[in-house]
C-alpha cells in the first residue's frame, strides 16, 4: 500500500513538474552551430552566413549569384532586419571591380542580391524596399562576441 501510495506521489509530482515547464520552440540548426573547427561562422538568415577561415580575408559571405557576385570579404558591419539582410565590407570586389566601400542587401525570400558601390545607391534602395536609410549596423566582431556566448542571434540586443 505505501508502494502505490509513494508511486501516486511521484508520479504527481512528475506530472505537475512537467506541466509548468516552459518549452522552447524548436530552432533550426542553421541558427546554432558555431562552425568547424577551423573556422567560425555566424549565421544570418538560411542560407546566409558569415564565415572566417583567417584574421588577413576576415569575415566573408557567399551568395547565390543572383546579381552576378558569388560573395565578397573584409565584413566590418552587418544586421538582419525582418529577414533582410544588410553588409558593408571594404576592399574587395563588386560586380568584378575592385571597391573601397561596398554595401550589400540580401532578401532571401524574394531571392534579391544587390549591391551598392556607393552609399547613397544603399540608402536609396533602403528606401525603395521601406527600411530606414539609416539602419544601424553591428561591428562585425560585436556580432561574432555576442554569438560565442549566446545559443543563437538576437539582432536587437547586440551592441
Known amino acids: 500500500m505505501k508502494c502505490v501510495l509513494l508511486y501516486s506521489l511521484l508520479i504527481g509530482l512528475l506530472l505537475c513538474c512537467s506541466c509548468g ?27 546566409y552566413e558569415a564565415i572566417i577561415v583567417n584574421k588577413e580575408a576576415g569575415w566573408g559571405m557567399n551568395l547565390v549569384g543572383v546579381d552576378g557576385d558569388t560573395g565578397f570579404f573584409h565584413i566590418k558591419k552587418a544586421t538582419v532586419v525582418n529577414g533582410v539582410i544588410l553588409v558593408y565590407y571594404e ?32 540608402t536609396d534602395y533602403l528606401d525603395s524596399i521601406h ?4 539602419t544601424p549596423l553591428h561591428d562585425i566582431e560585436a556580432i561574432a562576441d555576442y554569438y560565442e556566448y549566446h545559443d543563437t542571434i538576437d539582432w536587437k540586443e547586440i551592441h
Open 131 to 134: 527600411i530606414p536609410k539609416e
Open 91 to 122: 576592399n574587395d570586389l563588386l560586380h568584378g571591380e575592385t571597391v573601397w566601400k561596398a554595401w550589400y542587401v540580401v532578401i532571401p525570400a524574394k531571392k534579391i542580391e544587390k549591391g551598392f558601390s556607393t552609399h547613397k545607391q544603399y
Open 21 to 47: 515547464s516552459n518549452k522552447k520552440a524548436a530552432v533550426d540548426d542553421f541558427y546554432t552551430e558555431k562552425g568547424e573547427w577551423d573556422s567560425a561562422r555566424l549565421p544570418l538568415v538560411k542560407p
